[in-house]
């Protein structure tokens, strides 16, 4: 059956127990999924990762290409970083990285199925393990001169990463959810540097990933403009590029996808941003969810949830994006939206 919330990953709290039981008291009936709510060094998203490339020894600075300056959609600059490239004479077939993201996920596990055994999870909803994609890592750290190269040799280690996961994790148990955030900032000509082929790239790793993905574990995707500062890096004009990137998705993955999640900007209730929805060619029973909750804000829900239904006769809800970089006072009351259009879509 499908359930009328989605969360997205991030949650501004300390420990995966907190998240879980927060998440399960207030809006456990309505998910299908629970993250672990990437506490710890994964809050800041993928942050660590940068961590883990300076210290490899086969990756240095590229000093012959600029920094690269991170800024929000309102101009504001937020950081700006060296990118790095592989060392000269590197054997890329040798390269591995210790992504993290299978350790992480196991230790949650391990939580997530005692709290359940204790009854403090809902029997029937699976364990949510979110995973970047080759793609953001690359664009937002390496140098455009060693993005191919970085996108083969980062597969093979999240590939790796990904089976330890499912060797560990129950299927029945377990979603993988792809955050796919720099390729949609791509789409928006973001960075100084793209290949003209970025789309058919884009969707055969997109591809790829999800079909590496038994078919009895739960596959999503996560399309996201960014929060760093809990702000966009681009502010959307409308869905078409999101619709053209669902489509692109959908297409090139061959195993069943179990849903789909795009944002929604706080001030866009207008049939502007939402008409292109109609473009959708989605299969039938994927769970789409939009990202329409936004924290202090009921009659703005209320609103937006009204503007997507004269496009689209099934939907569910979610934020933007997650939570990690939110105010931490802001997660009672999202989950107080949450329920109250939970609620109100159920009946």
């Given at each position: 059956?499908?359930?009328?919330?989605?969360?997205?990953?991030s949650?501004?709290?300390?420990?995966?127990?907190?998240?879980?039981?927060?998440?399960?008291?207030?809006?456990?009936?309505?998910?299908?999924?629970?993250?672990d709510?990437?506490?710890?060094?994964?809050?800041?998203?993928?942050?660590?990762?940068?961590?883990?490339?300076?210290?490899?020894?086969?990756?240095?600075?590229?000093?012959?290409?600029?920094?690269?300056?991170?800024?929000?959609?309102?101009?504001?600059?937020?950081?700006?970083?060296?990118?790095?490239?592989?060392?000269?004479?590197?054997?890329?077939?040798?390269?591995?990285?210790?992504?993290?993201?299978?350790?992480?996920?196991?230790?949650?596990?391990?939580?997530?199925?005692?709290?359940?055994?204790?009854?403090?999870?809902?029997?029937?909803?699976?364990?949510?393990?979110?995973?970047?994609?080759?793609?953001?890592?690359?664009?937002?750290?390496?140098?455009?001169?060693?993005?191919?190269?970085?996108?083969?040799?980062?597969?093979?280690?999240?590939?790796?990463a990904?089976?330890?996961?499912?060797?560990?994790?129950?299927?029945?148990?377990?979603a993988?959810?792809?955050?796919?955030?720099?390729?949609?900032?791509?789409?928006?000509?973001?960075f100084?540097?793209?290949?003209?082929?970025?789309?058919?790239?884009?969707?055969?790793?997109?591809?790829?990933?999800?079909?590496?993905?038994?078919?009895?574990?739960?596959?999503?995707?996560?399309?996201?403009?960014?929060?760093?500062?809990?702000?966009?890096?681009?502010?959307?004009?409308?869905?078409?590029?999101?619709?053209?990137?669902?489509?692109?998705?959908?297409?090139?993955?061959?195993?069943?996808?179990?849903?789909?999640?795009?944002?929604?900007p706080?001030?866009?209730?207008?049939?502007?941003?939402?008409?292109?929805?109609?473009?959708?060619?989605?299969?039938?029973?994927?769970?789409?969810?939009?990202?329409?909750?936004?924290?202090?804000?009921?009659?703005?829900?209320?609103?937006?949830i009204?503007?997507?239904?004269?496009?689209?006769?099934?939907?569910?809800?979610?934020?933007?994006?997650?939570?990690g970089?939110?105010?931490?006072?802001?997660?009672?009351?999202?989950?107080?939206?949450?329920?109250?259009?939970a609620?109100?879509?159920?009946?």
């Amino acid at each position: 059956m499908k359930k009328p919330v989605h969360l997205v990953g991030s949650v501004a709290m300390d420990t995966c127990e907190e998240v879980f039981e927060r998440l399960s008291e207030s809006v456990g009936p309505y998910i299908s999924r629970i993250p672990d709510g990437e506490t710890g060094k994964r809050s800041r998203w993928i942050a660590f990762q940068r961590e883990i490339l300076i210290e490899h020894p086969d990756i240095e600075v590229d000093p012959t290409v600029p920094e690269l300056e991170i800024r929000e959609w309102n101009g504001r600059l937020l950081r700006a970083m060296p990118l790095l490239r592989f060392k000269g004479g590197t054997d890329l077939e040798s390269v591995r990285f210790d992504t993290g993201y299978d350790t992480a996920a196991l230790d949650s596990y391990g939580v997530f199925r005692t709290m359940r055994s204790n009854g403090r999870i809902p029997q029937g909803i699976r364990f949510q393990v979110c995973l970047p994609t080759p793609i953001s890592t690359a664009y937002m750290y390496m140098s455009h001169k060693a993005h191919q190269d970085f996108i083969d040799v980062y597969e093979r280690s999240l590939r790796a990463a990904l089976v330890r996961i499912l060797d560990g994790i129950p299927h029945e148990d377990l979603a993988i959810q792809y955050d796919v955030c720099q390729e949609v900032l791509i789409f928006e000509k973001y960075f100084p540097d793209r290949p003209d082929d970025y789309k058919e790239q884009i969707f055969d790793l997109l591809g790829r990933l999800g079909d590496a993905v038994p078919e009895d574990v739960q596959l999503g995707y996560h399309l996201c403009y960014g929060s760093p500062a809990d702000e966009h890096l681009v502010m959307p004009r409308d869905t078409e590029i999101l619709v053209e990137m669902l489509n692109g998705i959908n297409a090139s993955v061959t195993r069943k996808i179990g849903f789909l999640h795009i944002p929604v900007p706080r001030d866009r209730a207008d049939d502007g941003y939402f008409q292109p929805l109609r473009g959708l060619e989605l299969d039938a029973d994927i769970e789409l969810y939009l990202g329409l909750i936004h924290h202090d804000d009921e009659a703005g829900d209320a609103a937006r949830i009204d503007a997507a239904r004269k496009y689209l006769d099934d939907f569910g809800i979610s934020t933007e994006c997650g939570w990690g970089r939110t105010d931490p006072a802001r997660v009672p009351g999202l989950l107080e939206s949450h329920l109250k259009q939970a609620r109100l879509i159920s009946d």
